[in-house]
């Protein structure tokens, strides 16, 4: 428990004694009733009891911030960092500037920005771990990095980038509001240490002795709606009708024609000459999210295929479930499924807490994405299982049908119900360039394209490959051509003209991964068409063989596109800290090894054997079965 000194200056002290009902988005401050029983329950923290100290303890508070007088000193960094043993890589609170003009009527603002705990926030929502509570005790939004099985889900809906996902550790942390300070009377340590006066601290919507302004909006602060964010502002300063941004994202902020809101618009500070960066491309921190989204979207395209298709007696299909190959390609899906799921496991901060996925299915749409892929691989387990029995005479024959029957009903509903999770989780507003409905059409057309062509390509493999099962693929891979194109086209359409983030990322897609898109786009037209000529004139192996991996090239060039372009609603940063630029120039020459810049090397832990089997001892089966519980009902 922290301990008060005696002679604690007063501008440390909190001193909130009045407080408004409801805060601006309609929301209550007191956020626990008079006769609530949790009032008679004591705050722990670090293990230890505090009685009711704070008589504010059950109102909402916040950050409020004075952009006139920060002086970007970065104190409430410095004071932040070492109140909570922050490592040099990480920041839980942080200073960026903007700035627009030029010699000599220049102006900059600097912008001072930790966790907003926000009244909706995002994080706990999102988070499959369930790492988050808001509390009622000050409405603070705490995060447990003992929980967190570093997916780095927060860190992608978050759209203040409060949470910080360390490269080293493999797990998630963030600002924890200083709520031991809050006990004692005191605000937190970042506000304590400002030598400007720029930041305050207190029960929301109150406004600072000598402050008259409490805006929820500043030239740099990303939008308010997503989360309704615990903090206010003042900026009274007179600046430039456009501001920059010095880091290396290609944003501005437009003074909006209310002449109070600042836009954000594309700022073409790195040129307009188309690049490859290839390595940069295929070297992505997200490579496991294009292996697992491929794979599984592939698996479950031709698992749909021969399973529906053989439920309503397409001929061709059934020809196919009838041969030599269909075993082997249902096994051979079987393998390409679990690597996508190794891929995607091993790309988490702790690989051997995986099972902690599972413990935010009322929320998460990561939790629920992970149950229905895990429901539709069950399904294709145990239906390739009971395939092979009743080929081998193992079972009945009719029961053996029947359950694999069952297992396909499995694997169908999970397909539909992770499907959809799969798309759902990507439709971010802090992330404007995935939040389309483009990103459903990509998943649906690589479901559609690759898992038809694996189909043919062992068909072909096996001499099963007959002219109508040949047209068939051919025309269901044109038809998944079709859906991501059209998706494309709508979605090119909307970030040309887009007053966010996603305009930021389009212009990356036209320069600096230029030729990168128009190879993709060509390999998908060259498989389009080669699709459509097989689908009418018939097939022929080779084109067929060429038309797999025309679209295999493209669906990979497309996925990776995806990850890398994407432009978050993140705050500015300066010339090196929270500069995305100088962190992967840095890593790239050495400098990351200097500590005091502020950059590590993304140390992944591996996999390890010994880590998994010690967490299994550790484990007994009455904590898993209160694990589970926990899980199904919320209670311990």
């Keep these: ?321 009838a041969s030599g190959a269909f075993l082997p390609t249902l096994w051979g899906m079987v393998a390409l499924m679990a690597f996508g799921l190794f891929k995607l496991n091993m790309h988490l901060g702790k690989p051997h807490r995986f099972y902690r996925g599972f413990n935010n299915l009322r929320l998460s749409p990561v939790s629920r994405e992970i149950a229905g892929v895990s429901a539709f691989f069950a399904g294709l387990a145990g239906y390739s299982l009971f395939s092979l029995f009743s080929l081998f005479s193992l079972f009945d024959g009719g029961i053996a049908t029947l359950l694999a029957n069952l297992a396909a009903v499995l694997a169908l509903a999970g397909l539909g119900f992770g499907g959809y999770y799969m798309y759902k989780l990507y439709r971010i507003p802090a992330r404007p360039f995935w939040d389309h409905w483009h990103t459903g059409a990509a998943f649906a057309g690589t479901g559609l394209t690759l898992g038809s062509l694996l189909i043919g390509v062992l068909a072909l493999a096996f001499g099963v490959l007959d002219a109508g099962l040949g047209r068939l693929l051919a025309g269901i891979a044109a038809a998944g051509l079709v859906l991501e194109g059209i998706g494309l086209l709508a979605h090119a359409q909307v970030m040309r003209g887009a007053h966010s983030e996603g305009a930021a990322s389009w212009y990356e897609q036209m320069t600096t991964y230029g030729w990168p898109y128009w190879l993709r786009n060509a390999l998908l037209i060259a498989a389009l068409g080669l699709s459509l000529w097989q689908a009418v004139i018939g097939v022929n192996g080779w084109l067929l063989a060429l038309t797999a991996v025309l679209a295999l090239a493209s669906a990979i060039i497309g996925r990776a596109l995806f990850y890398v372009l994407v432009i978050p609603t993140t705050m500015p940063g300066a010339f090196f800290w929270r500069n995305k630029g100088f962190v992967e120039h840095a890593r790239e020459v050495g400098l990351a090894d200097m500590p005091q810049l502020g950059v590590a090397y993304e140390r992944h832990h591996p996999f390890r054997f010994d880590e998994l089997m010690q967490t299994i001892r550790e484990t007994s089966l009455r904590e898993m079965v209160g694990h589970m519980r926990w899980v199904l009902t919320g209670k311990a």
């Design 1 to 321: 428990m922290y301990q008060r000194r005696e002679y604690e200056p007063e501008y440390a002290l909190l001193r909130d004694e009045d407080y408004k009902p409801v805060n601006r988005y309609g929301k209550l401050i007191v956020l626990a009733p008079e006769d609530d029983p949790l009032r008679e329950e004591p705050l722990v923290i670090n293990g230890e009891e505090s009685p009711p100290q704070n008589p504010n303890r059950y109102k909402q508070h916040g950050f409020y911030f004075n952009a006139d007088n920060c002086i970007a000193c970065h104190a409430c960094e410095a004071a932040c960092s070492e109140k909570n043993d922050v490592p040099p890589h990480l920041a839980f609170r942080s200073v960026g500037f903007v700035e627009g003009g030029t010699y000599p009527d220049y102006r900059r603002i600097n912008i001072s920005m930790a966790c907003n705990h926000c009244d909706n926030p995002v994080c706990l929502k999102g988070c499959p771990t369930r790492a988050y509570t808001k509390y009622a005790e000050y409405g603070a939004v705490i995060q447990d990095p003992d929980i967190c099985f570093g997916c780095g889900y927060c860190t992608w809906i978050c759209p203040y980038n409060a949470p910080q996902l360390d490269p080293v550790k493999g797990q998630v942390s963030k600002c924890n509001m200083c709520i031991d300070r809050l006990e004692v009377g005191l605000k937190p340590a970042c506000v304590s240490a400002c030598l400007g006066k720029a930041l305050d601290f207190g029960v929301i919507e109150n406004i600072p002795e000598g402050r008259v302004q409490a805006e929820t909006e500043i030239p740099g602060f990303p939008r308010t709606d997503i989360t309704h964010p615990n903090i206010r502002f003042q900026q009274m300063k007179s600046i430039q009708r456009e501001m920059v941004r010095v880091d290396d994202t290609p944003i501005k902020y437009h003074r909006a024609e209310d002449e109070k809101r600042y836009l954000p618009e594309v700022d073409p500070k790195k040129g307009h000459e188309r690049q490859w960066n290839g390595k940069k491309l295929l070297g992505s921190h997200e490579n496991a999210h294009i292996a697992f989204t491929l794979s599984v979207q592939t698996v479950m395209g031709a698992f749909a295929l021969l399973v529906i298709g053989g439920w309503l007696g397409v001929d061709a299909v059934e020809g196919y479930r």
